[in-house]
């Protein structure tokens, strides 16, 4: 028989105190994992965490929401952003932040990141053993959500093939570079250009295969949709040769672009 699991976070969580201005909570129940951040005025992650880690910027890749307080962040290339209640926020890795006003920050993160997030020890968040395969992946991900279609050129090889299942308009096996960017292009056209795949989590096994988790937004005839799915990634030296689309909601996704 299934069972609920359940745990509480401010009972069962593993608490992790910052080197000033608060803590970070992690718990887990089941398949879910979540971080409770409290982060006090005066809080910036370059000297509160940052020693702690070993980092002067977060390595660590955060899917969060606010539920107080109001937080500004950095990217590492000088991009800024602010977060307050209310507010979902995918923040990538490579970033300073810091609470702004006389509000504490709380604010909850389910990145598969996160549960690394304050952790000290020879390994700073967010560098885990990541083979180069899996880097490649993610760098196809951001290539593809870009629309630089030249990255990808360089990450297929001539004959790659994606394979994808189901009955609507783009299903098929999609043969060569020339195909596969066609099948692209498509997913733009009957989504007006909204079409995104957003990387979640990738798994690796180091001799050239990935499986990468992504979550899908796209809107069609005014209707928004947002659906999970993976791929699993087959490598042929540095060239992804095979791409196996899998879904999370097969049928809903076929009405959706039927």
């Keep these: 028989?299934?069972?609920?699991?359940?745990?509480?976070?401010?009972?069962?969580?593993?608490?992790?105190?910052?080197?000033?201005?608060?803590?970070?909570?992690?718990?887990?129940?089941?398949?879910?994992?979540?971080?409770?951040?409290?982060?006090?005025?005066?809080?910036?992650?370059?000297?509160?965490?940052?020693?702690?880690?070993?980092?002067t910027s977060c390595q660590t890749r955060h899917l969060g929401y606010v539920l107080s307080g109001r937080m500004h962040m950095q990217?590492?290339?000088?991009?800024?952003?602010?977060?307050?209640?209310?507010?979902?926020?995918?923040?990538?890795?490579?970033?300073?932040?810091?609470?702004?006003?006389?509000?504490?920050?709380?604010?909850?993160?389910?990145?598969?990141d996160a549960t690394r997030y304050a952790k000290?020890?020879?390994a700073a968040p967010g560098a885990v053993s990541e083979d180069r395969y899996m880097s490649l992946v993610r760098k196809g991900y951001e290539a593809f959500?870009?629309?630089?279609?030249?990255?990808?050129?360089?990450?297929?090889?001539?004959?790659?093939?994606?394979h994808t299942p189901g009955t609507s308009v783009i299903a098929g096996d999609h043969k060569g570079i020339e195909s596969v960017l066609g099948y692209y292009a498509k997913l733009g056209e009957l989504t007006g250009g909204t079409f995104r795949a957003d990387l979640i989590d990738v798994h690796g096994?180091?001799?050239?295969?990935?499986?990468?988790?992504?979550?899908?937004?796209?809107?069609?005839?005014?209707?928004?949709?947002?659906?999970?799915?993976?791929?699993?990634?087959?490598?042929?030296?540095?060239?992804?040769?095979?791409?196996l689309e899998l879904h999370g909601d097969l049928a809903g996704d076929d009405a959706f672009l039927a």
């Design 75 to 112: 990217l590492d290339d000088g991009t800024e952003s602010e977060v307050g209640p209310g507010d979902m926020f995918d923040l990538p890795a490579g970033h300073d932040a810091w609470v702004v006003g006389d509000e504490p920050v709380v604010m909850v993160d389910t990145s598969p």
């Design 205 to 243: 096994d180091g001799r050239g295969h990935v499986a990468a988790t992504h979550q899908v937004t796209a809107t069609r005839n005014a209707v928004t949709r947002v659906s999970r799915g993976s791929i699993l990634f087959t490598f042929l030296g540095d060239k992804v040769v095979d791409l």
């Design 1 to 55: 028989m299934v069972q609920a699991q359940i745990s509480n976070l401010d009972r069962d969580g593993e608490v992790r105190e910052f080197k000033a201005h608060g803590r970070a909570v992690v718990g887990s129940a089941g398949g879910a994992a979540f971080v409770k951040g409290t982060f006090e005025p005066g809080w910036r992650f370059s000297t509160d965490v940052g020693p702690i880690v070993g980092t």
């Design 120 to 122: 000290g020890g020879t």
């Design 145 to 162: 959500n870009a629309g630089d279609i030249e990255t990808l050129v360089t990450l297929f090889a001539h004959d790659v093939v994606q």
